[in-house]
Nanobody, 125 residues
Framework: QLQLVESGGGLVQPGGSLRLSCAAS????????IGWFRQAPGKEREGVSC????????NYVDSVKGRFAISRDNAKNTVYLQMNGLKPEDTAIYYC??????????????????WGQGTRVTVSS
């Protein structure tokens, strides 16, 4: 079965850091671009960051530029989202998703074929 599983979420104080992981099984992750999306309470799901299949191209929405970093270790079949300088407005459920092609700044959910179940990030003092 094709599956993505997020992990690494939790409760963190403002200014703190978390590293989210997205692990794939049932398919070769290095054939896919990966996007991170988030959905805050009462809000629509939004794209956060994405990375090309080989890791050579990345994109970040303006609100996280300079604070988040996406990376991948294809040998481990895993993509990461390092989240630094976290703010309360980063509170959301974070999802990873796989697309056949790198979407850049075009975070259309319809382009992403496989989705994880989400991991919750809460930024609060």
């Amino acid at each position: 079965q094709l599956q993505l599983v997020e992990s690494g979420g939790g409760l963190v104080q403002p200014g703190g850091s978390l590293r989210l992981s997205c692990a794939a099984s049932g398919f070769t992750l290095d054939s896919y671009a990966i996007g991170w999306f988030r959905q805050a309470p009462g809000k629509e799901r939004e794209g956060v960051s994405c990375i090309s299949s080989g890791g050579g191209s990345t994109n970040y929405v303006d609100s996280v530029k300079g604070r988040f970093a996406i990376s991948r270790d294809n040998a481990k079949n895993t993509v990461y989202l390092q989240m630094n300088g976290l703010k309360p407005e980063d509170t959301a459920i974070y999802y990873c998703a796989a697309a056949r092609w790198y979407t850049g700044s075009y975070y259309a959910p319809s382009e992403y074929r496989y989705w994880g179940q989400g991991t919750r990030v809460t930024v609060s003092s």
